[in-house]
Nanobody, 126 residues
Framework: VQLQASGGGLVQAGGSLRLSCAVS????????IGWFRQAPGKEREGVSF????????YESPSVKGRFAISADSAKNMVYLQMNSLKPEDTAIYFC????????????????????WGRGTLVTVSS
């Protein structure tokens, strides 16, 4: 499994960015795909996941209503559209996969990650 994240950058508060994750060797039939982030000096936190072939979406309360995860299975891509960005969204964003047998929708943010992609930095200026 290989994951390649892109799309990070510098944006002003209130702006938008779209992150992309190119996925190879893993599909939603294998499990869940999504995003974590890690801000400076903070622990890594779950942002949003698509939970397997049923397409259930899981989101952190901190991004609900502002971020939207989507997947294009034909292109093997997962996206994170981020709107109304805030300075506290500044972080390195990582895409990740979790095998379906290990994914728990009730605590998706702590499901054991199968593969991590290299992160992409998002910086939101005030």
């Amino acid at each position: 499994v290989q994951l390649q994240a892109s799309g990070g950058g510098l944006v002003q508060a209130g702006g938008s960015l779209r992150l992309s994750c190119a996925v190879s060797g893993f599909t939603l039939d294998d499990g869940a795909i999504g995003w974590f982030r890690q801000a400076p000096g903070k622990e890594r936190e779950g942002v949003s996941f698509i939970g397997g072939s049923d397409g259930t979406i899981y989101e952190s309360p901190s991004v609900k209503g502002r971020f939207a995860i989507s997947a294009d299975s034909a292109k093997n891509m997962v996206y994170l559209q981020m709107n109304s960005l805030k300075p506290e969204d500044t972080a390195i964003y990582f895409c990740a996969t979790v095998r379906s047998s290990l994914f728990d929708g009730r605590s998706w943010w702590s499901s054991p990650v199968d593969t991590w992609g290299r992160g992409t930095l998002v910086t939101v200026s005030s």
